[in-house]
Protein backbone atom coordinates (compact mmCIF):
# COMPACT_ATOMS: atom_id res chain seq x y z
CA UNK A 1 0.00 0.00 0.00
CA UNK A 2 3.14 2.18 0.95
CA UNK A 3 4.59 1.60 -2.43
CA UNK A 4 1.48 2.33 -4.24
CA UNK A 5 0.63 5.54 -2.62
CA UNK A 6 4.26 6.65 -2.97
CA UNK A 7 3.59 5.97 -6.63
CA UNK A 8 0.48 7.81 -7.36
CA UNK A 9 2.16 11.27 -5.37
CA UNK A 10 5.93 10.38 -7.51
CA UNK A 11 4.56 13.40 -10.45
CA UNK A 12 4.20 15.91 -7.57
CA UNK A 13 7.89 15.72 -6.76
CA UNK A 14 8.65 18.58 -9.38
CA UNK A 15 6.44 20.99 -6.81
CA UNK A 16 8.34 19.74 -3.79
CA UNK A 17 4.37 18.30 -2.25
CA UNK A 18 5.90 14.42 -2.66
CA UNK A 19 7.07 14.04 1.01
CA UNK A 20 4.76 16.13 2.75
CA UNK A 21 1.45 14.07 0.80
CA UNK A 22 3.41 10.68 1.51
CA UNK A 23 3.71 11.80 4.78
CA UNK A 24 0.19 12.42 4.95
CA UNK A 25 -1.00 9.19 3.49
CA UNK A 26 1.29 7.20 5.85
CA UNK A 27 -0.31 8.93 8.87
CA UNK A 28 -4.01 8.08 7.53
CA UNK A 29 -3.15 4.26 6.35
CA UNK A 30 -0.51 2.89 8.56
CA UNK A 31 -1.22 4.95 11.84
CA UNK A 32 -4.65 3.84 12.48
CA UNK A 33 -6.59 6.79 10.78
CA UNK A 34 -9.31 7.11 9.46
CA UNK A 35 -9.23 4.93 6.77
CA UNK A 36 -11.82 1.56 6.82
CA UNK A 37 -9.79 -1.64 5.13
CA UNK A 38 -12.92 -1.39 2.88
CA UNK A 39 -11.85 2.33 1.69
CA UNK A 40 -8.26 1.36 1.70
CA UNK A 41 -8.85 -1.25 -0.88
CA UNK A 42 -10.90 0.81 -3.15
CA UNK A 43 -8.00 3.24 -2.78
CA UNK A 44 -5.83 0.02 -4.63
CA UNK A 45 -8.36 -0.46 -7.57
CA UNK A 46 -9.46 3.41 -7.44
CA UNK A 47 -7.05 6.30 -7.58
CA UNK A 48 -9.32 8.40 -7.97
CA UNK A 49 -10.80 8.90 -5.41
CA UNK A 50 -8.57 10.79 -3.59
CA UNK A 51 -9.40 14.58 -3.48
CA UNK A 52 -7.16 17.38 -3.28
CA UNK A 53 -7.78 19.75 -0.23
CA UNK A 54 -5.82 22.80 0.07
CA UNK A 55 -5.64 25.52 3.12
CA UNK A 56 -4.77 29.51 1.78
CA UNK A 57 -3.79 30.60 5.26
CA UNK A 58 -1.90 33.68 5.01
CA UNK A 59 -1.79 33.69 0.97
CA UNK A 60 0.33 30.29 1.46
CA UNK A 61 -1.51 27.37 -0.31
CA UNK A 62 0.26 24.18 1.15
CA UNK A 63 -1.36 20.81 0.44
CA UNK A 64 -2.94 19.84 4.30
CA UNK A 65 -4.53 17.07 3.46
CA UNK A 66 -5.97 13.82 1.32
CA UNK A 67 -9.62 12.53 1.72
CA UNK A 68 -10.74 8.90 0.46
CA UNK A 69 -14.16 8.97 -0.89
CA UNK A 70 -16.77 6.36 -1.42
CA UNK A 71 -16.32 5.43 -5.13
CA UNK A 72 -19.71 6.30 -7.72
CA UNK A 73 -20.67 4.84 -10.77
CA UNK A 74 -18.86 6.45 -13.73
CA UNK A 75 -15.69 8.31 -11.86
CA UNK A 76 -12.63 9.78 -13.20
CA UNK A 77 -9.66 11.50 -12.91
CA UNK A 78 -10.71 15.03 -12.51
CA UNK A 79 -8.62 17.34 -14.73
CA UNK A 80 -9.83 20.44 -13.66
CA UNK A 81 -10.04 22.57 -10.42
CA UNK A 82 -10.67 25.65 -8.70
CA UNK A 83 -6.92 26.26 -10.20
CA UNK A 84 -8.61 27.05 -13.92
CA UNK A 85 -11.38 29.45 -12.84
CA UNK A 86 -11.02 33.37 -11.93
CA UNK A 87 -10.15 32.41 -8.48
CA UNK A 88 -7.36 30.37 -8.90
CA UNK A 89 -5.68 33.42 -10.36
CA UNK A 90 -3.18 35.51 -7.80
CA UNK A 91 -5.06 38.19 -7.57
CA UNK A 92 -7.84 36.49 -5.78
CA UNK A 93 -6.08 34.04 -3.30
CA UNK A 94 -6.33 36.90 -0.62
CA UNK A 95 -10.12 36.24 -0.68
CA UNK A 96 -9.45 32.28 0.25
CA UNK A 97 -7.48 33.16 3.04
CA UNK A 98 -8.17 30.98 6.23
CA UNK A 99 -10.73 28.82 4.01
CA UNK A 100 -9.84 24.56 2.85
CA UNK A 101 -10.59 24.20 -0.65
CA UNK A 102 -11.91 20.75 -1.70
CA UNK A 103 -12.52 19.39 -4.88
CA UNK A 104 -14.74 16.64 -5.47
CA UNK A 105 -16.13 14.81 -7.93
CA UNK A 106 -19.89 14.71 -9.28
CA UNK A 107 -21.82 11.85 -9.43
CA UNK A 108 -22.70 11.00 -12.76
CA UNK A 109 -19.86 13.35 -14.95
CA UNK A 110 -17.10 13.54 -12.53
CA UNK A 111 -16.93 17.31 -12.97
CA UNK A 112 -15.24 18.48 -10.37
CA UNK A 113 -17.12 20.33 -7.56
CA UNK A 114 -15.37 23.36 -5.60
CA UNK A 115 -15.97 22.71 -1.62
CA UNK A 116 -15.32 25.08 0.93
CA UNK A 117 -14.48 24.00 4.54
CA UNK A 118 -13.29 26.22 7.49
CA UNK A 119 -11.38 24.96 10.21
CA UNK A 120 -12.50 21.50 8.99
CA UNK A 121 -9.28 19.47 8.34
CA UNK A 122 -10.55 17.22 11.46
CA UNK A 123 -14.31 18.15 11.44
CA UNK A 124 -14.12 16.22 14.80
CA UNK A 125 -11.94 19.23 16.95
CA UNK A 126 -13.24 22.88 17.96
CA UNK A 127 -11.34 25.74 17.65
CA UNK A 128 -10.04 24.95 21.22
CA UNK A 129 -8.61 21.64 19.83
CA UNK A 130 -11.39 19.90 22.77
CA UNK A 131 -13.38 16.85 20.98
CA UNK A 132 -16.62 17.75 19.68
CA UNK A 133 -19.44 16.54 17.90
CA UNK A 134 -20.09 19.83 15.16
CA UNK A 135 -23.38 19.94 12.98
CA UNK A 136 -22.33 20.32 9.27
CA UNK A 137 -23.68 23.26 7.92
CA UNK A 138 -24.15 23.33 3.75
CA UNK A 139 -24.43 26.67 2.24
CA UNK A 140 -25.57 27.72 -1.26
CA UNK A 141 -25.14 30.86 -3.09
CA UNK A 142 -27.70 32.82 -5.03
CA UNK A 143 -28.04 33.78 -8.90
CA UNK A 144 -25.48 35.73 -9.60
CA UNK A 145 -22.41 35.40 -6.95
CA UNK A 146 -20.43 32.52 -5.98
CA UNK A 147 -19.69 31.00 -2.17
CA UNK A 148 -16.66 33.04 -1.19
CA UNK A 149 -17.49 36.95 -1.69
CA UNK A 150 -20.98 35.79 -0.61
CA UNK A 151 -19.99 33.64 2.98
CA UNK A 152 -16.61 34.54 3.48
CA UNK A 153 -16.36 38.08 3.04
CA UNK A 154 -13.08 39.60 4.72
CA UNK A 155 -12.57 36.63 6.53
CA UNK A 156 -8.85 34.85 7.41
CA UNK A 157 -7.63 37.88 8.74
CA UNK A 158 -5.09 37.46 11.05
CA UNK A 159 -4.83 41.49 13.25
CA UNK A 160 -7.33 42.48 15.52
CA UNK A 161 -8.24 45.00 12.60
CA UNK A 162 -9.15 42.35 10.12
CA UNK A 163 -11.27 40.58 12.61
CA UNK A 164 -13.26 43.14 13.53
CA UNK A 165 -13.52 44.03 9.51
CA UNK A 166 -14.66 40.57 8.70
CA UNK A 167 -18.12 39.79 7.27
CA UNK A 168 -17.93 35.92 6.69
CA UNK A 169 -20.53 33.89 7.59
CA UNK A 170 -18.32 30.83 7.36
CA UNK A 171 -16.20 31.99 10.37
CA UNK A 172 -19.66 33.25 12.14
CA UNK A 173 -21.30 30.14 12.40
CA UNK A 174 -17.63 28.06 13.57
CA UNK A 175 -17.00 30.41 16.76
CA UNK A 176 -21.06 30.34 17.23
CA UNK A 177 -20.00 26.99 18.25
CA UNK A 178 -21.51 23.20 17.53
CA UNK A 179 -21.80 23.87 13.46
CA UNK A 180 -19.44 23.19 10.77
CA UNK A 181 -19.85 25.05 7.89
CA UNK A 182 -19.44 23.79 4.41
CA UNK A 183 -20.42 26.24 1.11
CA UNK A 184 -20.54 24.98 -2.31
CA UNK A 185 -19.88 26.90 -5.99
CA UNK A 186 -22.19 25.79 -8.26
CA UNK A 187 -20.70 25.13 -11.83
CA UNK A 188 -19.54 27.92 -13.63
CA UNK A 189 -19.20 30.04 -10.42
CA UNK A 190 -16.43 30.90 -8.13
CA UNK A 191 -14.23 27.94 -8.07
CA UNK A 192 -16.14 25.89 -9.74
CA UNK A 193 -15.30 25.40 -13.95
CA UNK A 194 -18.13 25.58 -16.42
CA UNK A 195 -18.99 22.22 -18.00
CA UNK A 196 -19.61 21.18 -21.81
CA UNK A 197 -22.81 22.65 -21.47
CA UNK A 198 -21.84 26.46 -20.58
CA UNK A 199 -24.91 27.02 -18.37
CA UNK A 200 -26.07 26.60 -15.02
CA UNK A 201 -29.09 24.24 -14.57
CA UNK A 202 -31.27 23.48 -11.87
CA UNK A 203 -31.53 20.12 -11.57
CA UNK A 204 -28.05 19.43 -12.38
CA UNK A 205 -27.38 21.80 -9.47
CA UNK A 206 -29.29 19.64 -7.07
CA UNK A 207 -27.66 16.79 -8.18
CA UNK A 208 -24.22 18.22 -7.25
CA UNK A 209 -25.40 19.38 -4.44
CA UNK A 210 -26.66 15.76 -3.20
CA UNK A 211 -22.84 14.63 -4.49
CA UNK A 212 -21.48 17.54 -1.63
CA UNK A 213 -24.15 16.24 0.94
CA UNK A 214 -22.75 12.49 0.71
CA UNK A 215 -19.07 13.49 0.55
CA UNK A 216 -20.04 15.69 3.86
CA UNK A 217 -21.49 12.97 5.39
CA UNK A 218 -18.72 10.89 5.11
CA UNK A 219 -16.17 13.38 6.61
CA UNK A 220 -18.35 13.27 9.56
CA UNK A 221 -18.38 9.57 9.80
CA UNK A 222 -22.11 9.78 9.29
CA UNK A 223 -23.57 6.52 7.35
CA UNK A 224 -26.31 6.93 4.50
CA UNK A 225 -26.56 3.36 4.11
CA UNK A 226 -28.92 3.00 6.90
CA UNK A 227 -32.61 4.13 7.18
CA UNK A 228 -31.85 7.04 9.20
CA UNK A 229 -35.85 8.65 9.33
CA UNK A 230 -35.87 6.92 12.87
CA UNK A 231 -32.78 7.04 14.57
CA UNK A 232 -30.34 9.86 16.22
CA UNK A 233 -28.25 9.86 13.12
CA UNK A 234 -30.58 11.79 11.10
CA UNK A 235 -30.34 14.96 13.25
CA UNK A 236 -26.18 14.41 12.64
CA UNK A 237 -27.00 14.57 8.82
CA UNK A 238 -25.69 18.03 7.07
CA UNK A 239 -28.28 21.06 7.49
CA UNK A 240 -28.88 22.68 3.94
CA UNK A 241 -29.12 26.27 3.65
CA UNK A 242 -30.16 27.96 0.49
CA UNK A 243 -30.24 31.78 -0.24
CA UNK A 244 -31.93 33.16 -3.19
CA UNK A 245 -32.20 31.36 -6.35
CA UNK A 246 -29.62 29.40 -3.70
CA UNK A 247 -32.86 28.76 -1.71
CA UNK A 248 -35.16 27.52 -4.61
CA UNK A 249 -32.14 24.73 -5.35
CA UNK A 250 -31.90 24.04 -1.86
CA UNK A 251 -36.06 23.22 -1.56
CA UNK A 252 -35.42 20.86 -4.59
CA UNK A 253 -32.99 19.03 -3.25
CA UNK A 254 -35.18 19.08 0.30
CA UNK A 255 -38.22 17.45 -2.23
CA UNK A 256 -35.79 14.73 -3.78
CA UNK A 257 -33.57 14.12 -1.17
CA UNK A 258 -35.04 14.38 2.15
CA UNK A 259 -32.74 11.24 3.55
CA UNK A 260 -29.31 13.43 2.91
CA UNK A 261 -30.57 16.52 5.12
CA UNK A 262 -31.27 16.78 9.02
CA UNK A 263 -32.58 20.17 8.40
CA UNK A 264 -33.39 22.96 5.40
CA UNK A 265 -32.77 26.88 5.98
CA UNK A 266 -34.97 28.85 3.04
CA UNK A 267 -32.79 32.17 3.32
CA UNK A 268 -34.23 35.21 1.35
CA UNK A 269 -35.96 32.42 -0.81
CA UNK A 270 -37.42 33.91 -4.06
CA UNK A 271 -40.23 31.08 -4.55
CA UNK A 272 -43.26 32.33 -5.67
CA UNK A 273 -46.19 30.37 -6.82
CA UNK A 274 -47.66 32.76 -9.12
CA UNK A 275 -44.69 32.20 -11.37
CA UNK A 276 -43.75 30.31 -13.88
CA UNK A 277 -40.70 29.72 -16.16
CA UNK A 278 -41.40 29.15 -19.59
CA UNK A 279 -39.48 26.53 -22.13
CA UNK A 280 -37.53 26.62 -24.59
CA UNK A 281 -39.17 26.54 -27.84
CA UNK A 282 -38.26 22.67 -29.28
CA UNK A 283 -37.82 23.50 -33.42
CA UNK A 284 -36.40 27.04 -34.04
CA UNK A 285 -33.58 28.16 -36.30
CA UNK A 286 -32.28 30.87 -33.93
CA UNK A 287 -29.13 30.00 -32.37
CA UNK A 288 -28.93 30.27 -28.69
CA UNK A 289 -27.72 33.58 -27.17
CA UNK A 290 -23.81 32.80 -26.11
CA UNK A 291 -22.99 36.57 -25.70
CA UNK A 292 -20.51 36.90 -22.79
CA UNK A 293 -21.70 39.35 -20.64
CA UNK A 294 -19.61 40.63 -17.91
CA UNK A 295 -20.61 41.63 -14.58
CA UNK A 296 -20.95 44.92 -13.06
CA UNK A 297 -19.77 46.72 -9.41
CA UNK A 298 -23.43 48.21 -9.23
CA UNK A 299 -24.99 44.71 -9.76
CA UNK A 300 -22.81 43.54 -6.07
CA UNK A 301 -23.89 46.40 -4.37
CA UNK A 302 -27.49 46.65 -5.57
CA UNK A 303 -28.85 44.35 -2.59
CA UNK A 304 -27.83 46.97 -0.11
CA UNK A 305 -30.75 49.41 0.28
CA UNK A 306 -31.19 50.27 3.66
CA UNK A 307 -29.64 53.40 4.79
CA UNK A 308 -26.95 52.73 8.12
CA UNK A 309 -27.39 49.20 7.62
CA UNK A 310 -23.71 48.82 6.44
CA UNK A 311 -20.74 50.81 6.42
CA UNK A 312 -19.25 51.89 2.70
CA UNK A 313 -16.00 49.63 3.31
CA UNK A 314 -17.79 46.17 3.56
CA UNK A 315 -20.06 46.71 0.82
CA UNK A 316 -17.13 48.33 -1.14
CA UNK A 317 -15.61 45.27 -0.76
CA UNK A 318 -18.19 43.17 -1.36
CA UNK A 319 -18.82 44.34 -4.54
CA UNK A 320 -14.80 44.36 -5.35
CA UNK A 321 -14.62 40.63 -4.22
CA UNK A 322 -17.89 39.59 -6.51
CA UNK A 323 -15.94 40.92 -10.13
CA UNK A 324 -12.91 38.88 -8.71
CA UNK A 325 -14.37 35.63 -8.37
CA UNK A 326 -16.94 35.56 -11.08
CA UNK A 327 -16.31 38.61 -13.93
CA UNK A 328 -18.93 36.99 -15.89
CA UNK A 329 -22.22 36.52 -15.88
CA UNK A 330 -23.52 33.38 -15.28
CA UNK A 331 -25.52 31.53 -17.79
CA UNK A 332 -28.86 30.11 -16.32
CA UNK A 333 -30.50 27.22 -18.17
CA UNK A 334 -34.09 25.41 -17.78
CA UNK A 335 -35.27 27.46 -15.48
CA UNK A 336 -38.53 25.68 -16.01
CA UNK A 337 -37.10 23.29 -13.47
CA UNK A 338 -37.91 25.58 -10.96
CA UNK A 339 -41.69 25.05 -11.60
CA UNK A 340 -41.12 21.47 -10.03
CA UNK A 341 -41.09 23.45 -6.55
CA UNK A 342 -44.01 22.44 -4.06
CA UNK A 343 -43.75 23.12 -0.69
CA UNK A 344 -45.84 20.62 0.55
CA UNK A 345 -43.59 18.17 -0.51
CA UNK A 346 -40.55 19.52 1.62
CA UNK A 347 -41.19 16.78 4.46
CA UNK A 348 -38.37 17.82 6.94
CA UNK A 349 -37.44 20.65 9.54
CA UNK A 350 -37.83 23.92 7.85
CA UNK A 351 -36.78 27.42 8.71
CA UNK A 352 -37.83 30.31 6.23
CA UNK A 353 -36.04 33.41 7.37
CA UNK A 354 -35.27 36.89 5.61
CA UNK A 355 -35.49 41.01 6.00
CA UNK A 356 -38.69 42.38 6.39
CA UNK A 357 -37.73 45.06 3.96
CA UNK A 358 -36.61 42.20 1.16
CA UNK A 359 -37.63 43.65 -2.37
CA UNK A 360 -36.82 39.97 -3.92
CA UNK A 361 -39.48 38.42 -1.07
CA UNK A 362 -42.91 39.39 -0.54
CA UNK A 363 -44.46 38.69 2.34
CA UNK A 364 -47.53 37.01 0.45
CA UNK A 365 -45.33 34.73 -1.12
CA UNK A 366 -42.90 33.47 1.96
CA UNK A 367 -46.07 33.43 3.74
CA UNK A 368 -47.63 31.10 1.11
CA UNK A 369 -44.50 29.14 1.05
CA UNK A 370 -44.48 28.74 4.77
CA UNK A 371 -47.99 27.60 5.38
CA UNK A 372 -48.08 24.85 2.62
CA UNK A 373 -44.72 23.39 4.02
CA UNK A 374 -45.19 19.48 4.60
CA UNK A 375 -47.41 18.58 7.79
CA UNK A 376 -45.89 16.50 10.62
CA UNK A 377 -42.77 18.45 10.78
CA UNK A 378 -41.54 21.79 12.59
CA UNK A 379 -41.41 24.65 10.54
CA UNK A 380 -40.52 28.40 11.72
CA UNK A 381 -40.41 31.64 10.37
CA UNK A 382 -38.80 34.44 11.17
CA UNK A 383 -38.51 37.82 9.93
CA UNK A 384 -35.57 40.30 10.89
CA UNK A 385 -36.20 44.06 11.03
CA UNK A 386 -34.59 46.80 9.09
CA UNK A 387 -32.83 44.48 7.13
CA UNK A 388 -32.76 43.25 2.82
CA UNK A 389 -31.78 40.89 0.41
CA UNK A 390 -28.06 40.17 1.95
CA UNK A 391 -28.77 40.76 5.82
CA UNK A 392 -25.89 38.04 6.54
CA UNK A 393 -23.92 40.89 5.47
CA UNK A 394 -25.29 43.53 7.24
CA UNK A 395 -24.67 44.98 10.57
CA UNK A 396 -27.34 42.72 12.12
CA UNK A 397 -26.22 40.25 10.85
CA UNK A 398 -25.86 38.71 14.52
CA UNK A 399 -29.45 37.58 15.01
CA UNK A 400 -29.39 36.00 11.58
CA UNK A 401 -26.45 33.71 12.85
CA UNK A 402 -28.37 33.39 16.21
CA UNK A 403 -31.49 32.10 14.50
CA UNK A 404 -29.54 29.78 12.02
CA UNK A 405 -27.78 28.33 15.16
CA UNK A 406 -31.33 28.41 17.35
CA UNK A 407 -32.86 26.54 14.79
CA UNK A 408 -29.82 23.85 14.29
CA UNK A 409 -28.92 23.14 17.72
CA UNK A 410 -32.64 21.82 18.02
CA UNK A 411 -32.86 18.28 18.10
Given at each position: MRGFLRKIATPLATTGLMRRSTNIFDQHITGGG????????????????????????????????????????????????IKDTPLGKSDCQHLLNGLDIYTIPADGDSHPLTLYGINSTDP????????????????????????????????GGTSDE???????????LLQAGGIQPYALDFRGFGGTPSDKSGGVLPHRCVTDVETALKWIAER??????????????????????????????????????????????????????????????????????????????????EDFTIEDSIPHFPADSFAKACLLSDPYKAQWQQLHEFNDLD???????????????????PRSALEELFVNLGRGYDKQWNMIANAD???????????????????????
Open positions: RLSPLMRAQLHSEPSLLCFTYNYLHLAPTTTAFVARRPYSSRSKLSMSETSLDKKPLKKQPLLLLHGRTWSSVPVYHLLGQKKNSRSTMEEHQINLDDDNTDNKQKDQLPALLGWSQGALVAQLVAQKSSCLISKLILYGSIYDSMHRYPRDPLYTITQANTTIIENQYDWAIPARVNIDTLVVSGDQDPYTHALHLLDERKRFIHIIKSFIGKG
